[in-house]
């Protein structure tokens, strides 16, 4: 199963920020390429799971939310919206099926991405409506 990830490259170009807040969408951005040419497998996911430091790692919660490749460039955008307070590890996967149906013979993850962690806290009000209503520059 290494020759097959091997095959799958996926680049992140805009990854999730390092500190987030609940309940705002924050957008993955990358390419996926299949055998080193351009195009992508049509399905890619944001594999996330929620880490809590008392849970051990059998039972975290883990999610997934689809983002849409485009076929010919492999470009690719998916929204990840963290409804909890908690600390996440999010990768990027690429598959050549859907991962709620298994397909015999199929490898379901034929690449990953490198994992993104985000720690993800309660916005508070003060900052939430914050404006910019004029800018100088400072001599």
Do not use: C, Q
Not at 17 to 27: A, H, L, S
């Amino acid at each position: 199963m290494a020759e097959l990830e091997e095959l799958v490259k996926i680049e992140i170009t805009k990854p999730l920020p390092e500190i987030g807040g609940i309940g705002v969408t924050y957008k993955i951005e990358g390419t996926v390429k299949m055998f080193d040419v351009v195009g992508a497998p049509p399905w890619v996911y944001a594999e996330v799971r929620r880490k809590e430091w008392w849970k051990p790692e059998i039972i975290e919660e883990v999610s997934y939310e689809r983002g849409f490749p485009i076929p010919v460039t492999g470009s690719f955008s998916i929204n990840f919206k963290p409804e909890k307070e908690s600390d996440y590890e999010v990768t990027v996967v690429a598959t050549p099926a859907p991962l709620s149906l298994p397909v015999v013979g199929v490898f379901p993850i034929t690449g990953k991405s490198a994992m993104m962690k985000v720690k993800v806290e309660k916005l508070t009000e003060e900052f939430t409506n914050l404006k910019i209503v004029s800018y100088a520059k400072v001599a």
